[in-house]
């Protein structure tokens, strides 16, 4: 098993300009989520989803959308970035929500 | 959003010492779970607990989760170099979807 994957690693992005952060697990766990990583704030949930077809908003949600098609994908997209996405990217997945979670590499992503 | 206050924030430890973090909440907590991030990488799961009371060790870790459901420690001794990182805590609140709360994190560095 690969685990949960994230692609890119580093990414820079100008204001204004969209992209799709990708999340995928082989282990065919429901639930999936995404957190951001900022210094000093440990991680804060920004979409979830708890099977193909179902998402939801988290902590910090504004800004970024999240689709869930396959139970193998969940990518998050920035319609319009803004200097405040800079942070790093988690996803993570666990067979539900009550169990462990487990974490991606992470994107650390730079918006100027 | 709700809060888990983490402390330490920082540590500087000389290698063999024991070590000591903990994690408070006004919030019941159904699940605490305790994370590991070394540079460049996602948290990893240390230990996860599950009942008010229960004191649950991995090798030189032992955490507890508090009578209250209110609070969580972690200690780790005769510390190492590779214990290097930033520890955080999480926790499922009770009556919540389930979703995790991260602490702020506790950076430890170790002094061969």
């Known amino acids: 098993n690969a685990g949960v994957t994230q692609t890119p690693k580093f990414q820079v992005l100008k204001t204004g300009q969209s992209m799709t952060l990708q999340c995928a697990q082989d282990m065919n766990h429901e639930y999936m989520s995404w957190y951001r990583q900022d210094p000093g704030m440990g991680l804060r949930l920004i979409h979830y989803s708890v099977g193909a077809g179902i998402t939801d908003q988290g902590e910090v949600p504004n800004g970024y959308n999240v689709s869930r098609s396959t139970t193998e994908d969940f990518p998050l997209r920035l319609l319009s970035a803004a200097p405040s996405q800079t942070s790093v990217y988690f996803c993570?997945?666990?067979?539900?929500?009550?169990?462990?979670?487990?974490f991606g590499p992470g994107t650390r992503l730079t918006v100027l | 959003g709700q809060q888990l206050n983490q402390s330490p924030q920082s540590m500087f430890i000389q290698e063999g010492e024991d070590v000591s973090m903990n994690c408070t909440s006004s919030?019941?907590?159904?699940?605490w779970l305790w994370y590991k991030q070394e540079p460049g990488e996602g948290p990893v799961l240390l230990i996860a607990l599950y009942k008010a009371g229960e004191l649950t060790s991995n090798g030189r870790l032992t955490a507890q989760f508090g009578i209250t459901r209110k609070d969580s420690f972690l200690n780790i001794s005769a510390s190492i170099p590779s214990d290097v990182g930033i520890y955080f805590c999480?926790?499922?609140?009770?009556?919540?979807?389930?979703?995790?709360?991260f602490g702020k994190g506790t950076k430890l560095s170790v002094k061969p």
């Open positions: 993570a997945s666990s067979y539900s929500v009550a169990d462990t979670q487990y």
């Open positions: 919030s019941i907590f159904n699940t």
């Open positions: 999480a926790g499922q609140l009770r009556g919540s979807q389930g979703n995790l709360i």
